[in-house]
């Protein structure tokens, strides 16, 4: 599989620092005493705020302290080539930052915070997609003070790097049973297909192609990880997804284990008792946890699919959060997960991630559970994305996962079959005064 090129723009190592005789008036806060933010723009894409430390003037930056990245930026080919043709025509294309002294946020519609001053960065993506650039690292002049020895100074560390992609795109919605094609530019080749079905019809025409369920070893992660209590009511459950390489062998699945039930009194699944997937991989014969996925129904004035990933390490109940957000009921949005620190870039919702770290030894390869997310490897950035529609729209999801991540087959199809659960999410969580489509009608259920 070849992967398109991305470009991942890293904003970090943020501080303040202010000359003495700059101080404001004393109306005014001065940084020292009070909080400092700054807005992040790139053309073409959403702005993104960060918190900046203030310093002492006479103390200088800890140029060995590692910081989590303020602000991350993530550019396909399609985003460079756009920046690169407008900067025909003018200057190269610039990271504009506006640093504000006060809190963040506004009071009554008005934006809190008072500006302390601008700085312009040119920045030139040329190669980027295949090799590493700093753009910055160290002190710049804020403001209209900037050649006076008494303007404030800004400190960031701002560099490009390669973040190289597989993409993924299904051909039709995940419960019509479609094909996932390989994107890359306008080629896209078949990859995988996907099955749809209900869990308890047991599809046994299909066993041969399928991995063997081991009866003790269902039990032990559907009551481990799920419910198979039967409820009376509204209720969507037993849905599932199975992902096949084109030789017909099974390498990732979804399988709804919690059923996605109505609160008493209302028509919609709440927060409290969320339905949820667990995302499942091959291995020793059978299939094994490797991801769980809650999902429900937001209330307020956002109307929205709330949801939360998790990482199951090794069959324990204790899992580790990689993602937690809400998606539009109306417009959609994309499921991220993205271990590199602040995300506010435009993804529908709050990331919060996990963290982890360990030898350098774990295990990876293929039927091994010790591959590409692992809790006990070492993992950051952007991990994965996928673009889902709203309700009542036709919904191909299209999946970006990063190179990093993926070592063999499963490793890809894990990703594809979560991002299939998540579109699937999306119709579970539907208000029950609503129909859902036929495919999604279990026939077991109008039976007797």
Not at 102 to 118: A, H, I, P, Y
Not at 257 to 286: H, Q, Y
Not at 353 to 376: E, K, N, V
């Amino acid at each position: 599989m070849d992967p398109c090129p991305f470009v991942r723009i890293t904003i970090g190592n943020l501080a303040l620092k202010i000359p003495v005789a700059s101080k404001p008036a004393r109306s005014v806060v001065h940084p020292s005493s009070s909080p400092c933010f700054c807005k992040i723009e790139l053309k073409n894409f959403p702005l993104q705020t960060a918190v900046v430390p203030y310093i002492p003037p006479e103390n200088q930056f800890p140029e060995n302290q590692f910081q989590t990245p303020a602000a991350t930026f993530y550019l396909s080919k399609a985003d460079i080539d756009k920046l690169a043709a407008k900067s025909i025509f003018s200057a190269k294309p610039c990271l504009k930052i506006a640093i504000f002294t006060g809190r963040g946020g506004s009071t009554c519609g008005v934006n809190s915070g008072r500006l302390l001053g601008k700085v312009s960065l040119p920045l030139d993506l040329a190669g980027t997609e295949s090799r590493s650039c700093v753009f910055h690292n160290g002190w710049i002049s804020v403001g209209k003070e900037a050649n006076k020895g008494s303007a404030a100074q800004l400190h960031l560390n701002v560099k490009a790097e390669p973040d190289p992609r597989f993409v993924f795109q299904f051909d039709g919605e995940p419960k019509c049973s479609p094909q996932v094609f390989q994107i890359r530019g306008n080629i896209q080749q078949p990859v995988f297909t996907c099955k749809f079905s209900f869990r308890n019809t047991g599809d046994r025409n299909q066993r041969s192609r399928s991995l063997q369920l081991e009866p003790s070893s269902s039990r032990s992660w559907l009551s481990l990880f799920g419910s198979v209590r039967e409820r009376s009511g509204k209720e969507r459950k037993g849905w599932s997804i199975t992902v096949h390489d084109l030789s017909g062998s099974p390498v990732a699945a979804a399988s709804m284990v919690t059923p996605f039930v109505a609160s008493p009194g209302s028509d919609r699944v709440s927060r409290s008792n969320p339905g949820s997937w667990l995302i499942l991989r091959p291995g020793d014969g059978t299939w094994k946890p490797w991801g769980r996925l809650e999902a429900w129904r937001e209330r307020g004035s956002f109307d929205g699919l709330g949801y939360r990933f998790e990482l199951i390490p090794n069959m324990s109940a204790a899992a580790i959060v990689l993602a937690e957000s809400t998606l539009s009921s109306s417009k959609g949005g994309k499921f991220v997960i993205d271990l590199g620190g602040n995300n506010n870039s435009g993804t529908n919702g709050r990331i919060t991630p996990g963290s982890a770290t360990s030898p350098a030894c774990s295990p990876r390869g293929s039927g091994d559970f010790g591959y590409g997310l692992w809790p006990y490897c070492v993992y950051r950035g952007f991990v994965m994305s996928a673009r889902v529609e709203g309700e009542g729209k036709c919904s191909k999801p299209c999946v970006e996962v990063s190179v990093q991540h993926v070592s063999c087959t499963e490793d890809a199809a894990a990703f594809v079959a979560l991002a299939g659960a998540i579109d699937l999410s999306m119709d579970a969580c539907r208000l029950f005064s609503q129909k859902l489509k036929k495919e999604l009608c279990n026939p077991q259920d109008f039976l007797g």
